[in-house]
Structure formats: C-alpha cells, structure tokens
C-alpha cells in the first residue's frame, strides 16, 4: 500500500534552516507529483509547493518561494523540503501529500 | 489566488443524521481540459488529512458511500448520510485546478 513516511519533529532556532524528509513506498516514486503542505496550529492548510521526481521540475505558492527548497533522491524514493531562516511564524506541522495520500506529518517548531 | 469559502464554520449533528457543508470558489474551477479538480478532505483529530472525495463526486478507495459530493462551476457541496462517531473531525474543500492549490478554512463536524 502507498506510504509516506516522514522524518521526526526539528526544534530548530530563529535564523536557521531544516530540512525533513518524506520517504515514499509502495507506488513508483517517479510517477507522482509530491506536494507539501503548511498547517499552522489550529489552522487550514497551506500548499507550499510540489516537486515532480522523475524530472525535479517544481511550482511554489509564491509565498513559499525563497523559503522553501525541494529536492528528491529517486534512489531512495525520498522527497525533501528544506525551510531556510526560520521565524517563529514558520512553526507548524508540514505534509507530504501525493493528494491522495498524505504524511504524517512533521512538526517544527521555531525557538530559541 | 481561488478563495475557497466553506460554511458552516462548524455543525453539531446527531448519530445517524445527514449534514451538508458547502463550499465556494472565487473562480470557477472549471480546468482547461474540462476536469473539475475539487476534493474533500477529513482531518480527524491528531491525523493527517485524508482523502475522501476527487473532482467533485469521487469517493477515493475505501470511502464509504455515505459520503457524497455534488456542485459545478463555483459552487459545491459535501453530504455525509446516516452520521457515525468516528466521522468527527474538520472537513476542508480544495482545488487543483489553478496553481496555487488552496484548500477552505475548514467545517468543524461534531457529534451530539
């Protein structure tokens, strides 16, 4: 069955970047478009972007553009997302999605 | 950007009834190739969200006919049928029809 697994909770200062993972199984990983998506607490849901795996092509909300980075590695069928110069404003709980299927999550939270 | 607006904000339903929640777009999500991407999603608590409805009136595998969705154009509704306990959650509507993807603020579902 489709899969998305993704890394654990970042606790991560103001200024700095992370970077999650969100390892796929049970589909071909090149096929599908994978998106990310932004829930702040208690909040709807942000569509950050998507990254095409067989070719890296992307789109991005352009409110995410300069925040967010995405990359794959198909040899591992494992997508990533890395947010740079963190504010307390990016704290959230970011997915994985192939829309049909989501992630369960990471949550990241913007301290010092 | 597609504003999505969905109503009511929340609803409180008794086991074995029937609600409808709506949903609205600000443009019609009507896509070039004639498709209409909107799906309905159910984030229970502590979950991801899961799928439960594609391009207007598909139930995603393994979603139980009780649920059913119906709308054209802008305008779009959601209908859960014979209401059980684990329907609770927050119910949001989305669109793939225009980059950004955007998805309603969400309708808060809770059992009497």
């Known amino acids: 069955q489709v899969k998305l697994l993704q890394s654990g909770a970042a606790l991560v200062k103001p200024g700095a970047s992370v970077k999650m993972s969100c390892k796929a199984s049970?589909?071909?990983?090149?096929?599908?478009?994978v998106s990310w998506v932004k829930q702040s607490h208690g909040k709807s849901l942000e569509w950050i972007g998507e990254?095409?795996?067989?070719?890296?092509?992307?789109n991005f909300n352009e409110k995410f553009k300069g925040k967010a980075t995405l990359t794959v590695d198909k040899s591992t069928s494992t997508a990533y997302m890395e947010l740079s110069r963190l504010t307390s404003e990016d704290s959230a709980i970011y997915y994985c999605?192939?829309?049909?299927?989501w992630g369960q999550g990471v949550m990241v939270t913007v301290s010092s | 950007d597609v504003v999505m607006t969905q109503t009511p904000v929340s609803l409180s339903v008794s086991l074995g009834g029937q609600v409808s929640i709506s949903c609205r777009s600000s443009?019609?999500?009507?896509?070039?190739?004639?498709?209409?991407?909107l799906s309905w999603y159910l984030q229970k608590p502590g979950q991801s969200p899961q799928l439960l409805i594609y391009?207007?009136?598909n139930r995603f595998s393994g979603i139980s006919d009780r649920f059913s969705g119906s709308g054209s154009g802008t305008d779009f509704t959601l209908k859960i049928s014979r209401v059980e306990p684990d329907d609770l959650g927050v119910y949001y509507c989305?669109?793939?029809?225009?980059?950004?993807?955007?998805f309603g603020s969400g309708t808060k579902l809770e059992i009497k």
């Open positions: 999605t192939r829309i049909s299927y």
């Open positions: 049970g589909y071909t990983f090149t096929d599908y478009w």
């Open positions: 990254i095409y795996p067989n070719s890296g092509a992307t």
């Open positions: 443009q019609s999500l009507v896509h070039n190739n004639g498709n209409t991407y």
């Open positions: 391009k207007v009136s």
């Open positions: 989305g669109q793939g029809t225009q980059y950004p993807l955007t």
